[in-house]
């Protein structure tokens, strides 16, 4: 999965994998919060949050410093250190519990204001849906699900639509993501179900645009 949780499509348990992979660079992601996440909860109310997939801790440290109280949870523990050791140099690791778990074995206890997946990819979709309902079920009374992904493949992969040998990988809806949470209508409200485009920095240095996938409902309380 993007972002550093479960589901890498080897044969090498998740942990081995993500830890391997963060201990190849110093940073692998840019240090800066989820651009939906800023935009979906600046300016609500602080209260308690779950950062699923937590990376490097960008994420955790912008909502500890909103006044959140957050439990970050990772599959990596080379991710988790060198995330708990950003939030001491910014100054909030007072606000913030970091988990170690591999969210298709293991889940956060508790409930929660809000609940974020950013960018929780696998390449079978299965392992995610589990995740997500598991990420509605956390939920608190009156709290928000905001579940973030790709639309589409990056541009550089278009090459390989018909290679099978590396096959361009497919990725959900939200109106998919949302059938599959299957939640009682009566108990949430959808705040947000839509494509946003976006431009990014792409491996070779030049702009890209990426389209997210926004996905923000409501418990009701």
Not at 17 to 41: C, H, K, M, T
Not at 72 to 97: F, K, P, T, Y
Not at 194 to 207: I, K, L, S, W, Y
Request: contains cysteine.
């Amino acid at each position: 999965m993007a972002h550093g949780s479960g589901g890498t499509g080897t044969a090498v348990p998740d942990e081995e994998f993500w830890d391997a992979r963060y201990a190849e660079q110093d940073r692998i992601w840019s240090g800066n919060p989820n651009a939906a996440l800023v935009r979906e909860v600046g300016g609500r109310a602080p209260g308690t949050a779950l950062d699923l997939g937590c990376g490097e801790g960008a994420d955790a440290i912008w909502l500890a410093r909103q006044g959140w109280r957050v439990t970050a949870v990772d599959v990596s523990s080379v991710a988790l250190d060198r995330a708990a050791a950003q939030a001491a140099a910014a100054g909030v690791a007072d606000r913030i519990e970091w988990q170690r778990h591999d969210l298709t074995a293991s889940f956060p206890e508790g409930g929660f204001d809000l609940v974020s997946a950013q960018f929780l990819h696998a390449p079978g979709e299965v392992f995610r849906a589990g995740i997500l309902r598991a990420a509605a079920s956390a939920v608190a009374p009156g709290g928000v699900l905001l579940i973030v992904g790709h639309a589409g493949a990056p541009p550089w992969e278009h090459g390989h639509a018909h290679d099978p040998a590396h096959p361009v990988e497919r990725f959900p809806s939200t109106g998919e993501v949302l059938a599959a949470l299957a939640l009682p209508e009566q108990e949430w409200e959808v705040q947000r179900s839509e494509e946003v485009a976006h431009t990014r920095t792409g491996g070779d240095g030049q702009p890209v645009e990426r389209v997210d996938a926004v996905l923000k409902v409501r418990r009701r309380g």
